[in-house]
């Protein structure tokens, strides 16, 4: 079973309050639900966690060796500002996934600078919640093609 960890970052405990016309009305407990189902529903496990402290958020990567698969992320306002985050990530060595509820580069032009996306899979930005569920998704399709492209190299002569 594969297993992936999803990290939020500050501010996201205040979805449904902060900013509706931007983020949203759902809270992040919604998210975390559909997140819930998504995972059920694919037969994964997927541990969510949310931090407003980058410190905290560095340490959770670099204790995903050994645990996860995968790491679909949310930085939210530490994707233009944190190195300690891209740094953790590949030292991690994990596929990651950098995901946004909102479009970054429609927004204001410090946000359309992240330093996650060059060290990830994939970002996806601008579908609200429905981020994740896409980034889990993208994780997912990955880890199954890897998976199946190291079967094939154990099958050959």
């Known amino acids: 079973m594969f297993r992936i960890l999803v990290l939020h970052g500050p501010n996201l405990n205040l979805l449904g309050i902060r900013e509706p016309a931007m983020y949203g009305v759902q809270t992040l407990s919604d998210v975390n639900m559909a997140i819930g189902q998504l995972a059920r529903r694919e037969g994964i496990h997927v541990e969510v966690r949310q931090s407003n402290h980058e410190g905290e958020l560095v340490t959770w990567i670099q ?5 996860f698969q995968a790491l679909v992320i949310n930085p939210a ?4 500002t944190s ?6 990530i590949v030292a991690a060595g994990l596929p990651t996934v950098e995901v946004h ?8 032009q410090f946000r359309k600078r992240s330093y996650i996306a060059p060290v990830s899979l994939g970002q996806i930005s601008g579908f609200g ?3 994740y569920l896409l980034g889990i998704q993208a994780a997912l399709d990955y880890l199954r093609m890897r998976e199946s492209d190291e079967r094939k190299e154990l099958k050959k002569p």
């Open 101 to 108: 509820l909102s479009n970054i580069h429609r927004r204001e």
């Open 129 to 131: 919640p429905m981020s």
């Open 83 to 88: 190195v300690a985050i891209r740094d953790a």
């Open 77 to 80: 306002a530490y994707t233009h």
């Open 63 to 67: 204790e995903t060796r050994g645990q």
